[in-house]
């Protein structure tokens, strides 16, 4: 009786029970929407298990799965990712921030000359196989940083300091690179590297002082060596210009005098086959062509007549004083 005088004293009650039911219904219906609809993003690719078992992928766009019965899980296949090793950037832009803290026990390295050095290096990486890098390995990203410390390890223990610092970079990121990805592939990891970059190379901060003292011998004696050269370059040349421009001169002289002298027994010998044949003739023949090579560098010349007793008439002193 009591609960029937509840009942007619809230007759609304009735009304509010509905609504509850009708929201819990449209909850269901929301959560089944939700479970059978879902977006794929531009960079996926969504893996379908049903119970747990792959079914299928599905690219990007709207799709529809069986509600509850299977899940889907989305991999960010053009994406690149990035594990950073011996820093921690806190926040990137213009004006980068780093980490403070040390991390040591993964950046210092012993080099294959003994030497110690702190390395810090970028490994960049995307997704190529969805399946494997979701079934083959359990946490993929603890598997790159393990194997990328292991590796990075090996190949800066096959080079010298002076190599890591310097001249061997590019080499020794070429090699880390090739063995990382060799490793993973063993692994079935799904992962492909894309790049390898030795971010800063530095001796402890002990031994920094130490280290570019050296660098600095180092420096003045590669600098000593380029000047030496430098010279060596100035005055080796010219004086390799200068002897064999001398020796050219002095063979173009020999060959001159030489052809010269070829030329003046060939012109005498010519002359000898011709005073041979008309002595008489070749007589009167030079006699008249040294003349014409002597005359034209004479004066005045004084033609005198053997029956001439004296030249003093031909003379003309008389003029103008025998200035003339």
């Known amino acids: 009786m009591e609960y029937e005088e509840e009942v007619k004293v809230n007759p609304a009650f009735p009304v509010k029970k509905k609504w509850v039911a009708l929201a819990v219904i449209g909850i269901i219906i929301l959560i089944v929407l ?85 390395v810090e290096w970028i490994i960049q990486y995307r997704i190529n196989n969805p399946l494997e890098y979701l079934f083959q390995v359990k946490d993929v990203n603890s598997t790159v940083r393990d194997v990328s410390e292991v590796v990075m390890r090996e190949v800066v223990g096959d080079h010298s300091v002076d190599e890591v610092l310097t001249v061997g970079r590019v080499e020794v990121t070429e090699v880390a690179q090739r063995k990382l990805q060799e490793i993973l592939d063993s692994y079935q990891s799904g992962i492909r590297i894309t790049a390898v970059k030795l971010k800063d190379v530095n001796p402890p901060d002990l031994v920094k002082p ?41 063979e173009g002289y020999a060959i001159g005098l030489v052809n010269t002298a070829a030329g003046d027994t060939n012109r005498f010998m010519a002359l000898w086959e011709e005073y041979r044949k008309a002595k008489d003739v070749t007589k009167r023949r030079l006699y008249l062509e040294t003349l014409r090579q002597i005359l034209p560098q004479v004066g005045r010349k004084y033609i005198i007549d053997i029956e001439q007793k004296g030249i003093l008439p031909l003379l003309s002193l008389d003029e103008e004083g025998g200035a003339k």
Do not use: C
Request: charged fraction near 30%.
């Open 210 to 250: 130490s280290f570019n003292e050296v660098n600095e011998s180092r420096q003045e004696k590669e600098e000593t060596i380029n000047q030496a050269w430098q010279k060596y370059n100035e005055v080796i040349p010219r004086a390799k210009g200068e002897a064999d421009r001398t020796i050219s001169q002095a």
């Open 34 to 118: 939700f479970s059978t609809f879902y977006t794929v993003g531009p960079d996926e690719i969504v893996v379908i298990k049903r119970f747990g078992r792959y079914v299928r992928m599905t690219d990007p766009g709207l799709h529809v799965k069986i509600p509850f019965a299977e899940t889907a899980t989305p991999v960010r296949v053009k994406h690149v990712f990035k594990e950073e090793f011996g820093f921690r950037t806190l926040q990137a832009g213009i004006k980068t921030i780093y980490s403070p803290r040390s991390f040591d026990e993964e950046s210092l390295m012993l080099t294959g000359d003994l030497n110690v050095g702190v």
